[in-house]
């Protein structure tokens, strides 16, 4: 994809195109009648209603172009409920403050694991809103005061956890990555 910006290639990046919907659990392609273990997924990480309202369903296969189109706007949605979740909606510079690479951080997150399950990190919420950059990557990784228990999302997706951790912490891209 062309013309995209530092944080949606980040996400891009984060994520692989699938043309054909598949079990974010298991990996496996999903038809008609098969069992789904985690999420009906298609595209560029996406679930759900298609752009124009069209419900996701077992077997059915996108171009890439359609994977495109619906990871920008599900990339869009991302950013305004990182806005939303985080109190950022106004003034704008809030947002344009916190520099791109932890803009894109929040996006991802938003991206991979929804506005709602995010907004469950009470923690994390208040560390953000307070700037707090180290207590934020730490609350990604640990769910529990004494740090002896992982975060789910840190146990699932380790390495796009420590790039997130990373670029929290010190608020720019981690290793090149854009």
Request: aromatic letters at 12%; proline letters at 4%.
């Amino acid at each position: 994809m062309d013309n995209l910006t530092r944080g949606q290639h980040y996400t891009f990046n984060n994520e692989a195109i699938r043309t054909q919907t598949y079990d974010d659990a298991t990996g496996k392609p999903i038809k008609p009648g098969d069992q789904i273990f985690g999420t009906l997924t298609i595209g560029i990480g996406h679930t759900g209603p298609d752009v124009n309202g069209k419900p996701l369903m077992p077997g059915d296969v996108w171009t890439e172009d359609k994977c495109e189109t619906q990871f920008l706007h599900d990339y869009d949605i991302a950013i305004r409920g990182a806005k939303a979740i985080f109190h950022m909606e106004f003034p704008y510079e809030l947002w344009d403050n916190i520099g791109e690479a932890r803009q894109a951080v929040l996006a991802d997150l938003i991206f991979n694991m929804g506005a709602l399950r995010l907004s469950r990190f009470e923690h994390f919420r208040f560390a953000v809103e307070n700037h707090n950059w180290e207590d934020a990557a730490l609350e990604l990784e640990w769910s529990d005061q004494a740090r002896t228990v992982h975060t789910p999302y840190y146990d699932k997706e380790p390495i796009r956890a420590a790039k997130n951790m990373y670029m929290l912490r010190v608020g720019d891209f981690a290793n090149g990555q854009s």
